[in-house]
Nanobody, 125 residues
Framework: QVQLVESGGEWVQPGGSLRLSCAAS????????MAWFRQAPGKEREFVAR??????????YYADSVKGRFTISKDNARNTVYLQMYSLKPEDTAVYLC????????????????WGQGTQVTVSS
């Protein structure tokens, strides 16, 4: 059984930075595609970023809305995936969820098998 635990969410002013972490236990972490999604109140769950597993050469992919501002990175030695966020905007406010999938490298939430509980990011002045 794979478990994912996110941390790092908090309130930050516009233009600020945050780093989210997601610690995984169980499974073969290096083969997981690890992704971040987010969900704001009243909105659909939205793909943010993903780093694919070893079998997909650890490729990264970002939503257009965060490209150039967010960076995803996997630390296979620590079984942890990070989301470094810069130049945060109020529209980045959401619950950020970590997800894992085996043998899948896309952006469709339904294809991700394992999910964390989420961490709240609030961007406001």
């Amino acid at each position: 059984q794979v478990q994912l635990v996110e941390s790092g969410g908090e309130w930050v002013q516009p233009g600020g930075s945050l780093r989210l972490s997601c610690a995984a236990s169980g499974g073969t972490f290096s083969r997981f595609t690890m992704a971040w999604f987010r969900q704001a109140p009243g909105k659909e769950r939205e793909f943010v970023a993903r780093e694919a597993g070893q079998q997909f050469s650890y490729s990264t992919y970002y939503a257009d809305s965060v490209k150039g501002r967010f960076t995803i990175s996997k630390d296979n030695a620590r079984n942890t995936v990070y989301l470094q966020m810069y130049s945060l905007k109020p529209e980045d406010t959401a619950v950020y969820l970590c997800a894992a999938a085996e043998d899948y490298s896309g952006t469709t939430a339904a294809r991700y098998t394992y999910w964390g509980q989420g961490t709240q990011v609030t961007v406001s002045s």
